[in-house]
């Protein structure tokens, strides 16, 4: 199916299903511990043994020499994998830096070798006495340092282009009545899910079979074959379920590469999971950003200058992170200059991780705006009104497809009681708490990716679901079974949901916001193609069948789905392709966060008290687990804000707090009451589906909402995150 005119009314719009608080089909399964994970695949690879990968102590440098003869003579050990006998191994298209390093580091932790034996303790022991000595060479690891030797990147898809230019900024800027000049900065930060990486490997002749925790398992597939050497076709990844990824599993990592080159050298199946120091300094990242922001405005409060400026580091052939991208769409402003700049670094790896660009570019640009409303006398909130668009405003030729900020906003107000807040900074209070309230915006752009289901219908009535999308605890199973079940005019527990199998047809995956409207439009397209089939089977005009309550109809005659089925099943498969509409629309989600915190008069110590985030966001699914996603997602925001950050060794390249002891995350003592609102809107240029997605814009703008609400009840500014009482101590109002 070919999505390239809007949207009109279709069997999804009936809402009998899409559209309910639908609890988790896979719910049950995942609660009772039988959805297992790939570390814990025992059954369908018995006997496997393990691989424990001893990572690089060095950023930038070689191998000088590796002493493996004490491993190799330890009890149990089966083999030793290193570069010297792994074979030929190529580079994938989406790592930066190769899986297996040697002799060339090109970063901390970097796998260098991988111990298997019969027990995860004989492999850990045995991996301690491996010897390897090093040549350091220096490296680049300080972002500030290599600020100045950055670079334009080359444009790409993701990230567009690395400059934009509109109008005349600087002419524009200084001829503003009031200016504002910041630079802010976000540190790196890690993924932090609670299953690590994890992969089992099993080679059946040339076949591989690997058991992985993946987003993206066409990508995956086609990268393990690559870096292998051997045809996409021998390869099959599996990841019916993925316990937290974030953008750290868009791609794979060493796990599983390791994993099968374990398996094949000890001539069994081999398990590699990756101990937590090595997802931070092995794995990708979020990495680290500067960005300077300068807005001129009119005495009218009209934004007539708008620049945003963002630097990041990656290794080399690295890609930035697009701080940047949301301010080119977000206000209007007639002069606008964005810029993207890329340092290279000799750090692990930069790349996804929720939200990229958005999440930490809306944490400088959302606190800009405070600060520009601040100079200019006007309420935050009006600021933004004021400087709404319904167009692209460097395209003006293009509107939006749907936009409601401004909606968003005066709906959170009301909500939040925004009426109370004082717009003095470090005016209220509660006891020994200073009390503040923050805005921001949320911005996350609507993308949309071709995908593809096969659909099975049996003598039974039951619909089976076939794609390689994958579950990565947002809840894929439970709208791809509502899309078919709206479609086909069945009960939900008429629906089978198989996912995340390379041998399905390929889905968009699960990445960027586009993975729930995209795979369920898919879906969508290929129970179009099977209505077809029971209705041409029959004898019906498709156009005059109507299916429902596990029936076809048409005039008098009602024939079951389990009939028209026949003693065979019913098999078809179909894809959602997407025209140029993206082109002449500009697609995007919004939103509005509202935080309230109370920061200790005396320690500094910040407390979140209450939280909101209004979403339009196309038509809602499943509003229950939509709301899971975006208080997640705010909870994210709040880590981000408060605690978040790889605490990097400058000197040696390494992140320092790579466990979970070090590195911070918010835990429920952290988190208040959360509300939620979606407003009712449906987008027919988006999808079949006319959705979009949630599980990042519920993230986009919350840690700027928090830095807001700080300023608010402290009258301190912090513009480097993340906001520790360290930052406030010295210049919190006096106590009384």
């Known amino acids: 199916m070919r999505f390239d005119t809007p949207a009109t009314t279709n069997p999804i719009d009936q809402l009998k299903i899409i559209g309910r608080a639908t609890d988790r089909i896979d719910g049950p399964m995942k609660t009772t511990g039988a959805a297992r994970y790939a570390y814990e695949r025992n059954t369908e690879m018995p006997g496997a043994a393990y691989g424990y990968v001893v990572g690089a102590g060095i950023a930038k440098g070689r191998i000088a020499s590796m002493d493996l003869a004490a491993a190799r003579a330890a009890p149990g050990v089966l083999a030793i994998v290193t570069a010297r006998n792994a074979g030929k191994l190529a580079k994938g298209d989406f790592n930066t830096a190769k899986l297996l390093g040697g002799p060339e580091i090109d970063h901390y932790h970097q796998a260098v070798a991988l111990v298997v034996a019969d027990t995860f303790e004989q492999a850990r022991a045995a991996a301690q006495l491996v010897r390897v000595e090093y040549e350091r060479t220096p490296g680049r690891f300080d972002l500030s340092a290599e600020k100045d030797a950055a670079k334009l990147p080359a444009p790409n898809p993701f990230a567009g282009e690395p400059q934009t230019k509109t109008g005349d900024f600087a002419g524009a800027y200084a001829a503003a009545p009031v200016q504002l000049d910041a630079t802010y900065t976000t540190p790196d930060e890690s993924h932090a899910m609670m299953e690590p990486h994890a992969s089992i490997a099993q080679w059946q002749g040339d076949k591989l079979t690997i058991w992985t925790s993946n987003q993206m398992i066409a990508w995956g597939a086609g990268d393990v074959a690559k870096t292998l050497g051997i045809p996409k076709a021998n390869v099959r990844l599996i990841s019916p379920f993925v316990g937290g990824g974030f953008g750290g599993k868009l791609f794979v990592r060493a796990d599983a590469l390791l994993a099968a080159l374990g398996a094949r050298a000890a001539r069994r199946p081999v398990k590699v999971a990756l101990p937590r120091p090595l997802m931070a300094n092995n794995t990708t990242h979020r990495p680290a950003t500067i960005q300077r922001i300068r807005l001129g405005a009119g005495r009218d409060g009209r934004l007539t200058a708008i620049a945003h400026e963002g630097w990041s580091g990656d290794l080399p052939g690295g890609q930035p992170e697009t701080a940047v991208n949301q301010t080119r769409l977000l206000y209007a402003g007639a002069n606008r200059l964005t810029t993207t700049r890329l340092a290279v670094l000799d750090l692990p790896e ?217 003693a065979q099943e019913l098999v078809v498969e179909d894809s959602i392709e997407f025209g140029d509409l993206d082109k002449k629309y500009q697609q995007s989600t919004f939103g509005a966060h509202f935080v309230e915190v109370g920061v200790d008069a005396t320690t500094g110590e910040i407390r979140v008290r209450r939280m909101l985030a209004v979403c339009a966001a196309g038509r809602i699914l499943n509003p229950k687990s939509a709301r899971s996603q975006v208080i997640g997602a705010m909870t994210m925001g709040v880590g981000g804000a408060l605690m978040e950050e790889l605490a990097l060794d400058k000197r040696h390249g390494f992140f320092v707090n790579h466990d979970l002891a070090g590195y911070e995350v918010p835990v429920h003592a952290d988190i208040p009451h959360q509300d939620v609102v979606f407003l009712d809107e449906t987008d027919p240029i988006s999808s079949p589906m006319k959705a979009k997605g949630v599980g990042e814009l519920g993230m986009c703008g919350v840690a700027a909402a928090v830095a807001n609400a700080v300023y608010n009840a402290t009258g301190v500014r912090v513009r480097d995150y993340p906001i520790t009482l360290d930052k406030l101590l010295d210049r919190l109002p006096p106590v009384a």
């Open 350 to 566: 930069g790349n996804a991780m929720r939200a990229p660009g958005e999440a930490p570019g809306m944490m400088a640009l959302e606190i800009a705006m405070d600060e520009m409303a601040e100079k200019l006398g006007i309420d935050p909130i009006e600021f933004r009104v004021l400087n709404d668009t319904q167009v692209d405003p460097e395209k003006p030729q293009r509107p939006y497809s749907q936009r409601k900020l401004i909606e968003c906003l005066r709906t959170g107000a009301e909500r939040f009681g925004w009426n109370r807040r004082n717009p003095a900074p470090g005016q209220q209070r509660d006891g020994r708490w200073l009390v503040g309230m923050g805005v921001a915006a949320a911005f996350r752009n609507n993308l949309v990716m071709k995908s593809g289901a096969r659909v099975r219908l049996d003598n039974r009535g039951m619909v089976t679901v076939e794609t390689d999308m994958t579950d990565i605890g947002t809840g894929t199973y439970t709208i791809i079974a509502q899309t078919a079940a709206e479609t086909m005019g069945v009960t939900l527990d008429k629906v089978q949901v198989r996912l995340g199998d390379s041998a399905h047809p390929v889905s968009a995956g699960s990445g960027g916001q586009w993975g729930a409207n995209s795979s369920t439009s898919g879906v969508f397209a290929a129970c179009m193609k099977l209505r077809e089939a029971v209705a041409s089977k029959l004898g019906i005009p498709v156009a005059e069948a109507e299916f429902s309550e596990g029936t076809v109809r048409a005039g008098s005659r009602a024939v079951p789905l389990a009939e028209a089925a026949g």
